[in-house]
């Protein structure tokens, strides 16, 4: 990887998330501390904490290490289904895209525990390692799984997926790579099928519903999350779109 020199511009757009607590009990830092050497990419960064400098691509080659497909995670959470990914895929690469710190030491805790190695972390903004920290062609599955909705009207602009992230999504993705999309939250799915198929550089993956969704993909395990979401009446949708070929 390379590591560039001091950045000296400032974010122009907003990034993808709110800033919330980030305190740790001094259980989880001890064991943050134990992991994180293990598990966290190293980032420089630009403007902010959470911030990619531009000069910076991860060299896939080497991280995560291995040479089979890589499969990125954005929004990784707890790391529910990127850890059960890693288990059961050991031939397969992972990272995960997270800014909140409990969230990445609940992560490599509970991989630790799996015996996972063939995980990474990045403590960053999607979008910017979208746009620079990843290069061209090098992620084979791109997982959204349960991102914030933002359901007031007034919100709905910061929601994570909109055109020019799909524009970042397509630059990563190798041709015929996999975007994955899951949300219990009906309108923002319905926004995020719209864009998919608008976009010239995605086309649907698979079979669909008759209503047009995505089949459950199989390889997320069901989360507390996503039961709390379905005994309150919300029916999940997933997308699954493929990069297509670059000219």
């Not at 086309?203 to 999350?225: I, M, N, Q, S």
């Amino acid at each position: 990887m390379t590591v560039p020199g001091p950045a000296s511009s400032y974010r122009s757009v907003p990034v993808s998330f709110v800033r919330r607590s980030r305190r740790l009990s001094d259980t989880q830092q001890r064991l943050w501390d134990e992991q994180r050497l293990r598990y966290l990419v190293d980032v420089p960064r630009a403007a902010a904490t959470t911030s990619v400098d531009p000069g910076f691509v991860l060299d896939l080659a080497q991280v995560p290490p291995g040479s089979g497909p890589v499969v990125l995670e954005i929004g990784s959470g707890q790391g529910d289904a990127v850890v059960a990914a890693a288990s059961a895929r050991p031939g397969t690469r992972f990272l995960a895209v997270e800014v909140y710190e409990p969230g990445l030491a609940h992560t490599a805790r509970r991989a630790a525990a799996a015996g996972v190695d063939n995980l990474r972390l990045l403590q960053a903004n999607a979008p910017e390692v979208l746009a620079s920290a990843l290069p061209e062609a090098g992620v084979d599955e791109l997982w959204i799984f349960f991102p914030d909705p933002w359901r007031k009207a007034r919100h709905t602009k910061r929601r994570l997926v909109d055109e020019p992230f799909l524009a970042l999504a397509a630059r990563v993705l190798a041709d015929g790579g996999v975007l994955r999309f899951a949300s219990d939250w009906e309108p923002y799915a319905e926004q995020v099928r719209g864009l998919l198929e608008s976009a010239s550089d995605f086309a649907a993956h698979g079979t669909t519903t008759p209503d047009g969704w995505a089949p459950r993909f199989e390889g997320r395990v069901l989360t507390g999350f996503e039961r709390k979401g379905t005994a309150a009446g919300r029916v999940v949708r997933d997308l699954a779109f493929a990069r297509t070929p670059r000219a």
